[in-house]
């Protein structure tokens, strides 16, 4: 069993835990995930690892509350446990050797992002660091983000907190200002990506996309995370979560995303339902 050391709600969906898991945190890298279950009869979820910590042997998620098993793992409180919490898995996000980079993260793929630059600032590389939001409302790790870079920019849709707009501006205006970074990396959700790399190929700058978000089962089993790139049949969990974001076939991995979504909401709904029960 694996307990909850700390929970913080980041916002109204948004949640922070951190997970006592000694040895899942000897190894973890930014970009991995684990594979957890809230209970004995449980589903199994991939989230990805938010930071660690190896001397307090601790891995720290952050989860969105959208599904049923959300909606379960978040009625769990410190001193709680959870029946599995499997790991690390996936590819690590590569940064050896880079100098300077812009990384750009959406909403909860903030939480996937913020690893990837406090491993790029602890490695001495320059880090621009875009964030988008909804609104004011759904702004996390404004203070980890500001302490890991060199350049901040904070945008909202409604212009409620930063600047109004949408992350592809900022890095646009980034680079049309003569920024000149070796990588940018994306992560969010695939809309978001797709437009990110429209704007990096114009300038020709090398950009990896996370495939996080269409992650089921974590194995390859399912067949879920299917993707196309650079015109072969690659898995996210298994053959990623990143990729080469000029090779991705976007429009297919956003139809692939959205098969589940009448489904999840079913789901959520029902274990809300359950939890009104017994409250």
Same mark, same amino acid.
């Given at each position: 069993?694996?307990?909850?050391?700390?929970?913080?709600?980041?916002?109204?969906?948004?949640?922070?835990?951190?997970?006592?898991?000694?040895?899942?945190?000897?190894?973890?890298?930014?970009?991995?995930?684990?594979?957890?279950?809230?209970?004995?009869?449980?589903?199994?979820?991939?989230?990805?690892?938010?930071?660690?910590?190896?001397?307090?042997?601790?891995?720290?998620?952050?989860?969105?509350?959208? %599904?049923?098993? &959300?909606?379960? /793992?978040?009625? @769990?409180? =410190? +001193?709680?446990?959870?029946? #599995?919490? $499997?790991?690390?898995? *996936?590819?690590?996000?590569?940064?050896?050797?880079?100098?300077?980079?812009?990384?750009?993260?959406?909403?909860?793929?903030?939480?996937?992002?913020?690893?990837?630059?406090?491993?790029?600032?602890?490695?001495?590389?320059?880090?621009?660091?875009?964030?988008?939001?909804?609104?004011?409302?759904?702004?996390?790790?404004?203070?980890?983000?500001?302490?890991?870079?060199?350049?901040?920019?904070?945008?909202?849709?409604?212009?409620?907190?930063?600047?109004? %707009?949408?992350? &592809?501006?900022? /890095?646009?205006? @980034?680079? =049309? +200002?003569?920024?000149?970074? #070796?990588? $940018?990396?994306?992560? *969010?959700?695939?809309?978001?990506?797709?437009?990110?790399?429209?704007?990096?190929?114009?300038?020709?700058?090398?950009?990896?996309?996370?495939?996080?978000?269409?992650?089921?089962?974590?194995?390859?089993?399912?067949?879920?995370?299917?993707?196309?790139?650079?015109?072969?049949?690659?898995?996210?969990?298994?053959?990623?979560?990143?990729?080469?974001?000029?090779?991705?076939?976007?429009?297919?991995?956003?139809?692939?995303?959205?098969?589940?979504?009448?489904?999840?909401?079913?789901?959520?709904?029902?274990?809300?339902?359950?939890?009104?029960?017994?409250?």
């Amino acid at each position: 069993m694996y307990k909850i050391r700390k929970k913080q709600p980041l916002n109204p969906t948004v949640t922070l835990m951190e997970i006592d898991a000694p040895l899942v945190a000897k190894k973890a890298q930014p970009g991995q995930f684990i594979i957890l279950r809230v209970d004995s009869e449980g589903e199994r979820i991939p989230l990805t690892v938010a930071d660690f910590d190896r001397e307090k042997g601790t891995v720290t998620i952050i989860f969105q509350i959208v %599904g049923a098993t &959300t909606e379960k /793992l978040n009625h @769990l409180n =410190e +001193g709680d446990s959870l029946q #599995d919490f $499997v790991g690390p898995l *996936g590819t690590p996000t590569h940064t050896d050797g880079l100098k300077k980079v812009a990384v750009v993260g959406g909403g909860v793929g903030c939480a996937i992002a913020y690893p990837v630059a406090k491993k790029l600032h602890e490695q001495g590389a320059e880090v621009h660091s875009i964030v988008g939001f909804r609104n004011e409302d759904l702004v996390i790790l404004e203070d980890e983000f500001k302490a890991v870079s060199d350049c901040y920019v904070l945008m909202t849709d409604d212009g409620s907190k930063g600047e109004k %707009g949408l992350v &592809t501006d900022a /890095l646009r205006k @980034l680079i =049309e +200002g003569s920024e000149k970074y #070796d990588k $940018v990396i994306t992560i *969010g959700p695939l809309i978001m990506m797709k437009f990110v790399t429209q704007v990096t190929k114009e300038f020709n700058i090398p950009t990896i996309v996370s495939m996080n978000p269409i992650m089921i089962d974590g194995t390859g089993m399912c067949g879920g995370c299917r993707l196309t790139v650079g015109g072969q049949t690659k898995f996210a969990c298994v053959d990623g979560p990143d990729f080469d974001g000029f090779e991705v076939d976007f429009d297919e991995a956003m139809a692939r995303g959205a098969m589940y979504r009448d489904f999840e909401r079913q789901a959520h709904e029902e274990a809300c339902n359950l939890f009104k029960g017994v409250e």
